[in-house]
């Protein structure tokens, strides 16, 4: 089973509430047989995330965590961080910014769990959110 990160690109309430909920839903989420992360790596959830799973890693090392970028990212881009693998849909789009919520999309329909950090009702994390929750086929896990 997969899950991918939603969240804002900062924090704007309390930061140690939501990371110890997401390690809470994250040591559940493994429980329930989850091996596989998907992260975009942006913005300070994601990150944060990224973080909990290469901790969690050491004590269970058949977990994996995977980079899914919108557009293939330099060699150098990629190598600064520390994932299993690479994942890239190859949208092709003329503009960066316009294949980030297609990628968004495109994870949402692979995955079967959205690990998410939504507070505000506008943005990428927003839209992104608001099209798990029309999907079926994944469970979306909120922190508030």
Request: glycine share 6%.
């Amino acid at each position: 089973m997969r899950c991918m990160f939603c969240g804002h690109g900062k924090f704007e309430e309390n930061k140690q509430h939501v990371l110890q909920k997401a390690r809470e839903e994250i040591s559940k989420l493994i429980e329930s047989g989850v091996k596989e992360f998907w992260s975009g790596g942006m913005g300070a959830f994601d990150e944060e995330c990224e973080h909990m799973i290469r901790e969690m890693k050491k004590s269970k090392p058949r977990l994996q965590l995977y980079y899914v970028s919108p557009s293939l990212p330099s060699f150098r881009q990629y190598s600064q961080r520390d994932y299993d693998g690479l994942i890239c849909p190859g949208h092709k789009v003329p503009y960066y910014k316009a294949a980030i919520p297609m990628r968004n999309q495109w994870m949402v329909d692979r995955c079967d769990f959205c690990l998410s950090y939504v507070v505000r009702p506008f943005g990428g994390a927003y839209k992104t959110l608001s099209y798990a929750k029309q999907k079926q086929h994944i469970r979306c896990i909120d922190i508030e």
